[in-house]
């Protein structure tokens, strides 16, 4: 048994406690924390160890991710030159369907805007003879 002394002096106790953390600000004790010097006492790489960084990035959500990453920026940091350097230009050649290519291009237009500068050129040189004495 115990003894009834010890069984009150633990209820008042614990009267106390509930009635000092029903009277705390939980708000201002949290604005009182100085966060800084509480993270500057952890141990990142002892927390990160115990982590399931799988698990976090499983919850990552990527179109959020990459919807914040400049393109423009990553785009202008590739060495294009290295990047081509590295293309198997016969390979990427043979994938080439020429026959739809060939179907699918407009040959006369073609022809006829590459001969049209040279008969402007021609219309332009001789209209230049035509003036001169």
Not at 30 to 58: E, G, T
Not at 77 to 95: I, P
């Amino acid at each position: 048994m115990t003894d009834p002394a010890e069984e009150l002096a633990q209820q008042v106790t614990e009267r106390v406690v509930d009635l000092v953390v029903s009277a705390l600000d939980i708000n201002e004790l949290v604005a009182r924390i100085d966060l800084n010097a509480l993270l500057s006492r952890i141990d990142l790489d002892a927390l990160l160890a115990h982590a399931d960084l799988n698990a976090l990035l499983a919850r990552v959500d990527v179109n959020v991710l990459v919807n914040q990453v400049d393109l423009n920026a990553v785009l202008a940091r590739v060495d294009v030159n290295a990047l081509l350097d590295q293309v198997d230009v016969n390979d990427l050649v043979s994938r080439v369907d020429i026959e739809a290519l060939v179907q699918n291009t407009d040959l006369g237009a073609v022809i006829a805007t590459s001969t049209g500068g040279v008969a402007t050129e021609v219309l332009d040189a001789a209209r230049s003879q035509a003036v001169a004495p």
